[in-house]
């Protein structure tokens, strides 16, 4: 099984931050991706990654951006940080029309 | 219009009862079908993927209706452990999964 790993499960941060999170997984996946989950939306596609240094916009790219500078790990940026942002962050790696395997989660506080 | 819509429930079930529920989706282009399941404060895991003739795995039935843009999973001899939320995920032959908002189970002794 793959396995990935997100860098905190827990973060608190203040309006304004620059916020880093942070993904790596194991199993040599082409495509990893990061999504954010809020009560009765579902899961949200922000950015993806189908390479070293590739990106694509997700769904709701606004106030994000990504980094991808090794295969294994694929880092989410809130550039400033708003409260609106206060959410559950999901990496995950895999297929599209495939399985994709999660990651634990961070949950995010923006104060 | 959310691309794919689910009933949010709770399903509130005793043990040993049977629960389905199902899952409607907009783009007729839709070309891969999915159950995960999301335990509480935890990563959504596959449960099964759902093929055009219907699948079984053990105590789970998924089916797919194409003409009616809905698929279904169908819950049998339900366990406490069955106690999570599902979600609905569709692939619409594009680079990305789209997902429900998930169904609610909770199975009671």
């Known amino acids: 099984d793959v396995k990935v790993t997100q860098s905190s499960r827990y973060l608190v941060k203040r309006t304004g931050e620059k916020v880093f999170l942070e993904c790596v997984q194991d199993?040599?996946?082409?495509?990893m991706f990061w999504y954010r989950q809020d009560p009765g939306l579902g899961l949200r596609l922000i950015y993806f990654?189908?390479?070293?240094?590739?990106?694509e916009k997700g769904d709701i790219p606004e106030g994000y951006s990504v980094s991808r500078e090794k295969k294994e790990r694929f880092s989410l940026i809130l550039e400033s940080a708003s409260t609106n942002q206060t959410s559950m962050y999901l990496c995950?790696?895999?297929?599209?029309?495939?399985?994709?395997?999660f990651g634990p989660g961070t949950r995010l506080t923006v104060l | 219009r959310k691309e794919v819509e689910q009933d949010p429930g709770p399903f509130n079930v005793p043990e040993g009862a049977t629960v389905a529920f199902n899952c409607t989706y907009s783009?007729?282009?839709?070309?891969?079908f999915f159950w995960y399941r999301q335990d509480c404060r935890k990563e959504p895991k596959l449960l099964m993927s759902?093929?055009?003739s219907g699948n079984e795995d053990g105590r789970f039935t998924a089916q797919l209706n194409r003409a009616s843009q809905y698929i279904s999973l169908l819950i049998r001899d339900s366990k406490l452990s069955d106690s999570a939320t599902y979600l609905c995920?569709?692939?619409?032959?594009?680079?990305?999964?789209?997902f429900g908002a998930g169904t609610t189970v909770t199975v009671r002794a």
């Open positions: 995950a790696a895999g297929g599209y029309t495939d399985t994709q395997y």
């Open positions: 199993m040599d996946h082409e495509n």
């Open positions: 990654s189908y390479d070293v240094k590739m990106k």
């Open positions: 783009n007729s282009a839709s070309q891969s």
């Open positions: 759902v093929y055009s």
């Open positions: 995920v569709v692939n619409d032959g594009d680079y990305k999964l789209s």
